[in-house]
């Protein structure tokens, strides 16, 4: 997706009543909107008509991933049912939203649709996050790991089926051991604790994104502060870069560090080109996937491969 986008054109129904949707890409196989605890369906049907009420209100609450669909896209028939099962999975904690491009087009207008699939996150009435095309299950867990936890605490209601909000979590023991190894700056420890939640738990959007941090942290201590001005001084040189950017982004100049690699990946081929790709999907992952600097950089990236 490229430029804002604008959902306001979807806030009023429309006027008569929309067709019914032809059935989902997936075919009989296809998971149905089986409700969770609470009586609310995970996976829904969505039109011009009911947009408002099913994605903007809800996602006041919840995060809604939108699965912009069509029936004649093959890509979709691999997506959906992924989406749709682990939509069941997480029990209520986001909603899928399916929406047929060509029964609404509005709705493919107004998120600037340029190619199916696209699958938009939805947080307090604004996209969050985007992607376009098939994916492997495991980016798709990352993916909307990292949206549920750049939503968490930021929404007006309690996910769905959670139980009453004014009552404090439990402190996890393997949290506190993991950082009072980060407080007391012994990185490898930290990493170790952290890895130890994943092992049990390799979803567990807190300590993905935790031990990333500290990875990152670890990385970074060994590289010289003068590594901008090396990399500046030698353009072709891969390993520079990468030094560079880390000291960038260490520095708060996540710009600088993302324009640096994706000027990279626009005059490399091969395995250096997969290589700097690898790295700028591992310093995005640093951020918040709802950050402006993040989405222009991914959205610049996109342009730089194809």
């Excluded at 709705?107 to 699958?119: D, E, K, L």
């Excluded at 979590?169 to 506190?176: A, I, T």
């Amino acid at each position: 997706m490229t430029g804002a986008v604008d959902l306001s054109v979807l806030k009023e129904r429309a006027t008569t009543p929309p067709p019914p949707p032809p059935p989902a890409p997936t075919g009989e196989g296809a998971a149905p909107a089986t409700p969770d605890g609470t009586g609310l369906p995970v996976v829904i049907e969505v039109t011009e008509a009911t947009f408002e009420a099913e994605v903007l209100v809800r996602s006041q609450q919840i995060p809604v991933v939108v699965d912009l669909w069509a029936t004649w896209c093959e890509p979709c028939k691999q997506l959906s049912p992924l989406l749709e099962k682990l939509a069941l999975e997480a029990g209520g904690t986001w909603v899928l939203a399916k929406v047929d491009v060509d029964a609404n087009p509005r709705i493919a207008q107004a998120f600037g649709v340029q190619s199916v699939p696209t699958v938009v996150a939805i947080a307090a009435g604004q996209p969050l996050a985007d992607f376009q095309g098939a994916q492997p299950e495991p980016q798709l867990r990352q993916w909307l790991a990292a949206v549920q936890q750049a939503v968490a605490g930021k929404l007006s209601g309690p996910p769905v089926g959670a139980g009453d909000p004014d009552e404090p979590e439990p402190e996890d023991p393997r949290f506190v051991a993991a950082e009072a190894a980060l407080d007391g700056g012994d990185l490898a420890g930290a990493e170790a604790e952290f890895q130890k939640i994943l092992d049990e738990e390799p979803t567990n959007a807190e300590a993905l994104g935790a031990i990333r941090q500290v990875r990152f942290l670890a990385r970074v201590q060994s590289i010289d502060p003068g590594a901008v001005g090396a990399a500046d001084a030698a353009p072709e040189d891969l390993e520079a870069q990468l030094r560079a950017a880390d000291v960038e982004v260490y520095s708060q100049a996540p710009d600088a560090a993302f324009t640096r690699l994706i000027a990279f990946v626009a005059r490399s081929a091969g395995d250096d080109k997969t290589l700097v790709r690898t790295r700028l999907l591992d310093l995005f992952d640093l951020f918040d996937p709802a950050e402006p600097v993040v989405m222009t950089a991914r959205r610049k990236l996109a342009a730089a491969l194809y």
